[in-house]
């Protein structure tokens, strides 16, 4: 059986081949540029070149596939690109589609929920099985604040002290291995977070004894905080709808804690604490102009 993997060079795609390739499965990575992909092909990973705005390469890209991983960045277009895979995937007699989605998809007034819930509504009238993945916010967003924990010692967001049970990348992948590579996960929905929910106050304490060194979480009004980012070339979009989760956290939307991370995978998930232990080794270079150093 040959597994397909989209966003096989992202932080997500890339993550579950690793584990697939733990579990020796046959691997087919789906990328837009073969040039960036060479360290997977000397890992025995096949490749094909396909977009999701061009269902033509998805069809070539999907033969001979039973079992596919579909994740995208966010996008404006996503609904109609990930139904734009969820139709080639059905036209090449895929029979199973692991999607990476949102946790409380459906459930929030936010557009990313809203848009992977019609997503997910598509993949299950398509007569494949499928198996929804609903993580929570990842812990590899911090890298969004790297620069400003380095050259300032704080971050910046506008969810008050609001608490977020946060979960790693590498879990999600790891549960996205085990749906892609055993059965009895068809046309389940896992929710996927940590195993504790935790405010950026407390974030803020584990990354000053990660670095030694003082590092703060400072609160700022949510249209300060869009206009910041606008000045540094985010797209207004992605913040709209950013800003439309942040306000459900507010409410408590993003606390709640499963354990379906520990139930497939047999282990405690990350702890953001562990995590940012890891982080700040890992990118050791990126923290040298932390203030005080």
């Known amino acids: 059986m040959t597994i397909l993997v989209t966003g096989a060079t992202g932080n997500i795609g890339g993550e579950v081949i690793h584990h697939l390739l733990h579990k020796n499965a046959t691997i087919r990575g789906l990328v837009r540029d073969r040039q960036k992909a060479t360290k997977l092909q000397s890992q025995g990973v096949e490749l094909a070149q396909g977009d999701f705005s061009q269902p033509d390469s998805l069809d070539a890209a ?3 596939i039973e079992t596919a991983f579909l994740v995208m960045p966010n996008d404006p277009r996503q609904v109609e690109l990930e139904c734009n895979f969820i139709d ?8 199973h589609i692991v999607k990476l989605s949102v946790l409380r998809s459906g459930e929030l007034p936010s557009a990313f929920q809203q848009w992977h819930r019609q997503i997910e509504e598509h993949l299950e009238k398509s007569g494949m099985s499928w198996t929804h993945l609903r993580p929570n916010m990842l812990m590899q967003n911090m890298r969004w604040f790297t620069s400003a924990i380095a050259q300032q010692g704080a971050f910046y967001h506008s969810v008050g002290d609001t608490k977020i049970s946060h979960v790693d990348a590498r879990d999600v992948a790891a549960v996205a291995a085990v749906c892609l590579s055993e059965s009895g996960h068809e046309n389940q929905a896992y929710d996927l977070t940590g195993s ?3 405010s950026f106050a407390q974030v803020a304490d584990y990354f000053t004894e990660a ?8 609160n700022v009004a949510p249209a300060d905080l869009k206009a910041a980012r606008l000045a540094n070339g985010e797209p207004e979009w992605y913040l709209d709808a950013e800003a439309q989760l942040f306000e459900c956290w507010q409410a408590g939307a993003g606390s709640a804690v499963t354990s379906t991370i520990a139930d497939l995978l047999h282990d405690s998930p990350t702890s953001f604490a562990a995590f940012v232990q890891d982080y700040v080794q890992s990118h050791a270079q990126d923290f040298l102009t932390t203030v005080g150093a």
């Open 62 to 64: 999907l033969q001979g």
């Open 88 to 95: 080639s995937a059905k036209r090449a007699g895929v029979r």
């Open 196 to 198: 504790e929910a935790v």
């Open 211 to 218: 670095l030694n060194k003082p590092v703060q979480y400072i």
